[in-house]
């Protein structure tokens, strides 16, 4: 996804990007999105772990909450990961269409926003919860009725 970034923004082939970043005395690297991909990758087995092995333990809303936060910390994962690359091809051209690389990101981003929504909404669930237990046996403000 950063070379297709890399392309969308320079307008240019990838090996002429990349020819032409390494002219221009700019850095090119594929490992900050092999990294990305690999702990992405690693993440979300680790979820997966967790969720099937501590099923009894963990509830549903907090592996819903878990996945989630994982989906909304990739944008911002990318982004960083992907920046040293895109600012190259930003120095090497002039002319360069950010736009373009910001539309083929897009659905990341949507996708990190709407998971974020999600995880906030799913780590409500304990409090309602406990807000809802508290109202229905009087114990909120102070109230001294038996439950």
């Not at 120095?91 to 929504?117: K, Q, R």
């Amino acid at each position: 996804m950063n070379d297709w970034a890399v392309v969308a923004a320079s307008g240019m082939p990838l090996d002429t990007t990349i020819a032409d970043m390494k002219a221009a005395d700019q850095q090119y690297s594929t490992i900050p999105g092999l990294v990305f991909a690999a702990l992405g990758i690693l993440i979300s087995l680790v979820w997966g772990a967790i969720t099937m092995w501590c099923r009894a333990i963990l509830p549903g809303w907090a592996s819903l909450a878990l996945w989630a936060g994982i989906l909304a910390f990739g944008a911002p994962a990318y982004f960083f990961t992907s920046f040293a690359n895109l600012n190259s091809v930003g120095d090497t051209y002039a002319d360069w269409n950010s736009g373009a690389a910001f539309t083929l990101e897009v659905p990341l981003y949507a996708i990190s926003g709407f998971a974020f929504l999600i995880a906030v909404g799913a780590l409500t669930v304990p409090l309602a919860k406990t807000v809802a237990r508290k109202t229905s046996t009087g114990q909120w403000h102070g109230d001294k009725k038996s439950a």
